[in-house]
T-cell receptor
Framework: GAGVSQSPRYKVAKRGQDVALRCDPI?????LFWYQQALGQGPEFLTY????????KSGLPSDRFFAERPEGSVSTLKIQRTQQEDSAVYLC???????????FGPGTRLTVT | DQQVKQNSPSLSVQEGRISILNCDYT??????FLWYKKYPAEGPTFLIS?????DKNEDGRFTVFLNKSAKHLSLHIVPSQPGDSAVYFC????????????FGPGTSLSVIP
């Protein structure tokens, strides 16, 4: 079946703009995760959903970051008033159950100029 | 404060030989460990995992070894193939928060034909 898809694949934003990044998980996957990956680093956990419930948002770096999954399927990560330090690849992953095997999307590369 | 460390940013190995990728962790609460492989412009893909109740797990050419007393794990690839050339991430989680996976910075493996 289809894997995890993310859109857009690339996004260039001027500093101060708001952006919205979309994730379509694998159908039927209950758990959804967002990660931020800076250049040369591993993915860093941002937030976790189980169905539509956001159970852990401890990794969100500031209150400019907001994630939602209103119907327990598609998720959106929104970044308000983007800053240069927000430039990174944002990865979405889904799994049948919590952490054991996460399937990652290709990521959205965000560049803030 | 990096909880999962991969001290070798890169590794080159001749085709057919063994590749050994190392990982160290600091958090004694970690009890589940995973390895992910990543090609350029793609998301990480799950490779192999190990629970802390085991010291070895094998899957085809891939074997992961866990030394809990040393807080060290390693991934062995035998024999190495050119298609194994990728970035390998070590990751860990704790039963108290299985939703939060902590990734290392990655090791870039090049398998030379």
């Amino acid at each position: 079946g289809a894997g995890v898809s993310q859109s857009p694949r690339y996004k260039v934003a001027k500093r101060g703009q708001d952006v919205a990044l979309r994730c379509d998980p694998i159908s039927g996957h209950v758990s959804l995760f967002w990660y931020q990956q800076a250049l040369g680093q591993g993915p860093e956990f941002l937030t976790y959903f189980q169905n539509e419930a956001q159970l852990d948002k401890s990794g969100l770096p500031s209150d400019r970051f907001f994630a939602e999954r209103p119907e327990g399927s598609v998720s959106t990560l929104k970044i308000q008033r983007t800053q240069q330090e927000d430039s990174a690849v944002y990865l979405c992953a889904s799994s049948r159950d919590r952490v054991y095997e996460q399937y990652f999307g290709p990521g959205t590369r965000l560049t803030v100029t | 404060d990096q909880q999962v460390k991969q001290n070798s940013p890169s590794l080159s190995v001749q085709e057919g030989r063994i590749s050994i990728l190392n990982c160290d962790y600091t958090n004694s609460m970690f009890d589940y460990f995973l390895w992910y492989k990543k090609y350029p412009a793609e998301g990480p893909t799950f490779l192999i995992s190990i629970s802390s109740i085991k010291d070895k797990n094998e899957d085809g050419r891939f074997t992961v070894f866990l030394n809990k007393s040393a807080k060290h794990l390693s991934l062995h690839i035998v024999p190495s193939q050119p298609g194994d050339s990728a970035v390998y991430f070590c990751a860990a989680s704790a039963k108290t928060s299985y939703d939060k996976v902590i990734f290392g910075p990655g090791t870039s493996l090049s398998v030379i034909p």
